[in-house]
């Protein structure tokens, strides 16, 4: 059985962190702690000046290199900005964390079909296309370590947001059995299950304040779980949280409570 790794010891290689580009985002309080920890950075992300916005900071303030793609990872693959900026260069560490989700967040089928293949395309197809290309280049190598950022709506579902919780599905079960399968490669799976986080400015201020954790607290909690089990829950709040909802209600009155908590932070009628 291969030694469990932490993320210092890719300290001087390289992680790719994609869905980097928000100040707030994070994509980028997880690039903000791997150069922390001397890891160089390859951003990805659709938001180009953005992304040039952050890898100038990350430059500033820590003695690591930081290259950036450009690129829309809703695309097919291979996806030649993240290639162009590997360059021949072996990433370590891989965390897939971007996401792509209708700001009105309508009903599902409100919703237009086309954009629930979007959003297939790169919640789950862009997640499978990344994890494709990096995780047999790591197994080859026998050592890396794949970040997979789904959500507690993955395990729930989320009426309001069912087919990005479809979508966080796909993200969890995939990152599971993924696990299992490398376990002993040296190659290293953790599958995040996030809660509330303060991301996305205004958009989910009507959520109860003690549900949300800030992303840069979040962070450490995830890469400390790193090579010691398939999940992570970060942050007390959202265990509970989960607790309740999986173990002690049944499906149809989780079902009916998250409902009702969907709706009334993303201010529906219901
Ligand atoms: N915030 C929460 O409460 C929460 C809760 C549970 C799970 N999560 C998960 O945590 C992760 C980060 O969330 P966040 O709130 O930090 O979101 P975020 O700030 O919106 O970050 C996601 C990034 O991905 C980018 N992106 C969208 N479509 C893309 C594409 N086709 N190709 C490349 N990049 C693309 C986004 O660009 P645009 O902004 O232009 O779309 C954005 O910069 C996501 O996987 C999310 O599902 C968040």
Redesign the pocket.
């Known amino acids: 059985m291969a030694k469990r790794s932490k993320i210092s010891d890719y300290a001087g290689g390289w992680a790719l962190v ?5 100040e ?4 980028y ?1 997880f690039a903000h702690r791997l150069a922390a920890e001397g890891l160089n950075l390859i951003l ?4 180009d000046e ?1 992304l040039g916005r952050r890898a100038n900071e990350l430059r500033n303030q820590f003695d690591v290199e930081v290259r950036t793609a450009t ?5 097919s693959a291979p996806y030649a900005p993240i290639e162009d900026a590997i360059d021949g260069i072996e990433v370590d560490a891989l965390v ?6 209708p700001p009105d967040t309508p009903p599902i089928l409100d919703m237009p079909l086309e954009t629930h293949s979007r959003m297939i ?3 789950a197809r ?1 997640y499978t296309n990344l994890i494709h290309r990096f995780g047999t280049a790591m197994r080859d190598r026998g050592r890396g370590a794949i970040i997979i ?5 993955g395990l729930t579902s989320g009426p309001y947001t069912g087919a ?1 919780a479809a979508n ?1 599905a796909f993200q969890l079960m995939f990152g599971q059995a993924l696990w299992y399968e490398l376990r002993g490669t040296g190659v290293d799976v953790l599958v ?1 299950i ?7 400015g205004d958009a ?1 201020s009507k959520y109860p304040r003690w549900l ?1 954790a800030e ?1 840069a607290a979040v962070v450490p909690e995830v890469l400390a779980a790193l090579g010691r089990k398939p999940t992570v829950v970060p942050g007390f709040a959202s265990r509970a949280f989960l607790f309740v909802q999986t173990r002690l209600m049944s499906r149809q009155l989780a079902l009916t409570s998250i409902g009702r908590f969907m709706a009334s932070g993303l201010g529906k009628n219901d």
């Open positions: 994609t869905g980097a580009a928000r707030h985002g994070l994509g309080a990805v992300d659709v938001l953005d690129c829309d990872l809703g695309e897939c964390n971007h996401m792509f989700t395309d790169i919640n862009g950022v789904s959500s507690g709506v990005y966080k995040m996030a809660g509330l986080m303060n991301t996305q989910l949300m992303p």
